[in-house]
């Protein structure tokens, strides 16, 4: 399986700042690459496919980038909604899709 | 609007046996591939399995290979997850969501625990 690794595991900042995450993989992706944010008791909601495509109706604030290893996830100024945890996914591989271990993201 | 709703979650003991199903609504079902992902508590997402738009292709993480089986009736507009020799670790949340690469809706997940 393709490994996703994360960081940091928790952030702490404050509204306005501009925060970034990032998620590495153990082996090539391409583009294959999604961000969810969860907030708890709340299922994942996607925020962007395909490493940089937003999903309808995320917020422009969100951005992100990369390819094949190494890939970033940009809020560029952070708001009180944005407090929850942030989740990378590859999709490679129809037989094995495997997710990040997480980024906590919370108000400092 | 889009909604997937879970039911069939329950506590069981090891080496039971639970089948979850999946009712969408809201978009074309047999235009989308599916899936189950699951998220044990305070845990990350991991996802349990996958099925092509017409059930020709199924895949199965190897943590639940042999064990656990997806399929779906496109006349129902229904998901199913037939999960045998549960096992203690198999204790999550379980999600149906759209599609079978990465998922742009989620239910609102059904609880499985396996306990003695």
């Known amino acids: 399986d393709i490994q996703m690794t994360q960081s940091p595991s928790t952030l702490s900042a404050s509204v306005g700042d501009r925060v970034t995450i990032t998620c590495r993989a153990s082996?090539?992706?391409?583009?294959?690459l999604a961000w969810y944010q969860q907030k708890p008791g709340k299922a994942p909601n996607l925020l962007i496919y395909?490493?940089?495509t937003l999903q309808s109706a995320v917020p422009s604030r969100f951005t992100g980038s990369g390819s094949d290893t190494e890939f970033t996830l940009t809020i560029s100024s952070l708001q009180i909604d944005d407090f929850a945890t942030y989740y990378c996914?590859?999709?490679?591989?129809?037989?094995?899709?495997?997710f990040g271990g997480g980024t906590r993201v919370e108000i400092k | 609007e889009v909604q997937l709703v879970e039911s069939g979650g329950r506590m069981v003991r090891p080496g039971g046996s639970l089948r979850l199903s999946c009712v969408a609504s809201?978009?074309?079902?047999?235009?989308?591939?599916m899936s189950w992902v699951r998220q044990a508590p305070g845990k990350g997402p991991e996802w349990v399995a996958g099925?092509?738009?017409?059930?020709?292709?199924?895949s199965h993480a190897e943590s639940v290979r042999g064990r656990f089986t997806i399929s779906r009736d496109n006349a129902k507009n229904s998901l199913y997850l037939q999960m045998d020799s549960l096992r203690v670790e198999d204790t999550a949340f379980y999600y149906c969501?759209?599609?079978?690469?990465?998922?742009?809706?989620w239910g609102q997940g059904t609880l499985v625990t396996v306990s003695s």
């Open positions: 996914q590859q999709y490679k591989s129809f037989s094995s899709l495997t």
């Open positions: 969501t759209r599609r079978s690469h990465f998922f742009d809706y």
């Open positions: 395909k490493a940089s």
């Open positions: 082996q090539s992706v391409g583009d294959w």
């Open positions: 099925i092509t738009y017409n059930g020709g292709s199924t």
């Open positions: 809201g978009f074309t079902f047999d235009d989308h591939g």
